[in-house]
């Protein structure tokens, strides 16, 4: 009996795709579910798994371009020395799994997204921690997960045998199936001993040869090997059975010899004849797939630009006051509340009172309606590895100095970590974002979204400034207001960015609130 093999349905708009590569050559033996070749289209990659077991007969080549429903290959089940093809294999495999497998169960738990928050509809795919096939344990940390807000982790929900279904990169919506996991019994395979040189890989022969995916290279890495003009046989594959991923293409470099190579003396006239300029050094490129959280944060970006009437307003404030203050309590309140004394507590004590006089500040629009609220929860911008986030620090008018420091750096330290939650970093009516820490000098931010106004912190810069009659060289510091014309008008932007002026370069009118 023949089965033909077509291309699958992969897609509503998807009409064709393209034979990326063949895994099994023609004629070859192959096992029921086998993958034997990826298929392309033009928004994804696909795995084509043999529908039965038997002899192929390869009816595409690499390259070809086929319709939906067109044959593809077909596999003779019926082909003689089927049925005990690889017998020495099957063989120790056999024997293999009687000695170091766990029982199966025989159930198979699939797993899928979890929800995760109740405004994430979708999740990437960050990173595989347990390869395929490998043998997990009950809540064992299997894979990180990506969301537009934050990192998850996900667990195993039970022990046995690991089967991926979803690739890293991909994106994949709540309940989408992550990978399976076949249950079984008795604890964790021994590891297989090495004997005579032979390999414990699993897809390795008895005698030693490596399978048919060793140096093959994935699509997306063929197509950076080509961008760089790196052969697949100069690149070692850390994948599956030793194939070449994105990642191994991603990390590869030329060889020295070719890199230093210099032109011979039969090249150099041809070379002056063509006077082309070409630069020295070696000049490489690499592609990083955007991840979820930076797709989110341009789209949330772009979109406070095109629906916001944004505008900035400046001023400055003198930060020697504040600098005083520091220097002469610091080592006290670090002995008293175990934090240090920063600049961000002043900061958001001085922008509470403003917005609490300047209501219009702190409000927000919906729809064709204004919102006010009589609470300020401050949103601090943190740099995180994975990009910027915003955790916010709630009821910030009624917390003290030392609170506010303290949850600053419990906030940081979770963002850079990449522990924050989900209720950490929704809501916030204002943001404080301090570029100064970079050295930034000016700066108009971008307001967050469905806020109405963000204030941006600046380096302090000893500068000459009129005093009295005098010029004193002074801390100074530029702030930036960017606010919500629709909703905020000069009157009030300008006057709740001098009165935080006021606050900050008279540090007492903090505490008695005039």
């Known amino acids: 009996m023949s089965i033909a093999i077509k291309v699958p349905t992969v897609g509503e708009s998807i009409t064709e795709v393209t034979i990326g590569q063949?895994?099994?050559?023609?004629?070859?033996?192959?096992?029921?579910?086998?993958?034997?070749c990826e298929l392309e289209s033009d928004k994804a990659t696909f795995e084509l798994p043999a529908e039965g077991s038997g002899i192929l007969h390869i009816k595409a080549e690499n390259g070809e371009t086929l319709e939906i429903g067109a044959v593809i290959c077909e596999i003779d089940t019926e082909a003689s020395g089927a049925s005990d093809a690889k017998p020495a294999e099957k063989e120790e495999k056999a024997i293999g799994a009687e000695k170091?497998?766990?029982?199966?169960?025989?159930?198979v738990k699939e797993m899928v997204v979890p929800t995760v928050g109740e405004s994430i509809t979708e999740v990437t795919l960050a990173t595989w921690l347990k390869e395929d096939g490998a043998y997990v344990a009950l809540d064992e940390i299997i894979a990180e997960v990506d969301s537009d807000k934050a990192t998850f982790e996900l667990p195993a929900e039970a022990a046995g045998i690991l089967r991926q279904v979803a690739k890293e990169g991909d994106t994949l919506e709540i309940g989408g199936l992550i990978c399976k996991i076949e249950v079984s019994e008795g604890g964790k395979p021994a590891d297989k001993p090495v004997e005579n040189g032979s390999s414990a890989t699993p897809k390795m022969e008895?005698?030693?040869?490596?399978?048919?995916?060793?140096?093959?290279?994935?699509?997306?890495?063929v197509k950076i090997l080509a961008e760089k003009?790196?052969?697949?046989?100069?690149?070692?594959?850390?994948?599956?059975?030793?194939?070449i991923t994105k990642e191994d293409a991603d990390k590869a470099m030329k060889p020295a010899k070719e890199a230093t190579k210099s032109p011979s003396k039969e090249s150099v006239p041809q070379q002056e004849k063509q006077a082309v300029t070409v630069p020295a050094g070696d000049r490489n490129q690499r592609r990083e797939?955007?991840?979820?959280l930076r797709r989110t944060i341009a789209r949330r970006l772009v979109a406070a630009k095109n629906e916001t009437a944004m505008l900035t307003t400046f001023n400055e404030v003198n930060m020697k006051p504040i600098m005083d203050l520091r220097k002469q309590y610091k080592d006290q309140f670090k002995d008293k509340y175990n934090v240090n004394l920063g600049f961000m507590s002043f900061f958001t004590k001085a922008t509470c009172i403003a917005l609490q006089e300047w209501p219009a500040v702190n409000a927000q629009i919906d729809?064709?309606?204004?919102?006010?609220?009589?609470?300020?929860?401050?949103s601090i911008a943190v740099s995180s590895p994975k990009g910027l986030v915003v955790p916010v620090i709630r009821n910030a008018e009624k917390m003290s100095f030392a609170e506010i420091e303290k949850e600053v750096v419990r906030l940081a330290v979770k963002a850079r970590d990449g522990k924050l939650t989900i209720d950490e970093m929704t809501g916030g009516t204002f943001t404080l974002t301090n570029g100064g820490i970079f050295g930034s000098m000016m700066s108009t931010p971008i307001i967050n979204a469905p806020q109405s106004a963000i204030l941006g912190m600046h380096n302090i810069v000893d500068r000459p400034m009129a005093v009295n009659g005098e010029v004193k060289i002074l801390p100074m510091m530029y702030l930036a207001l960017s606010y919500d014309h629709r909703i905020i008008d000069g009157r009030e932007s300008v006057s709740?960015?001098?009165?935080?002026k006021q606050l900050l370069e008279d540090p007492a009118r903090l505490l008695i609130g005039v």
Request: aromatic share 10%; with cysteine; net charge negative.
């Open 206 to 221: 008895a005698s030693g040869t490596q399978s048919y995916a060793t140096g093959h290279a994935s699509p997306a890495a």
């Open 367 to 378: 729809g064709n309606e204004l919102i006010y609220n009589d609470f300020c929860d401050i």
């Open 22 to 36: 063949w895994f099994k050559n023609d004629g070859d033996y192959v096992e029921m579910d086998e993958v034997i």
């Open 100 to 107: 170091t497998e766990p029982k199966s169960t025989g159930e």
């Open 289 to 292: 797939k955007m991840t979820s």
């Open 496 to 500: 709740f960015l001098v009165r935080v």
């Open 229 to 243: 003009g790196i052969s697949t046989d100069n690149v070692s594959g850390t994948g599956k059975d030793g194939r």
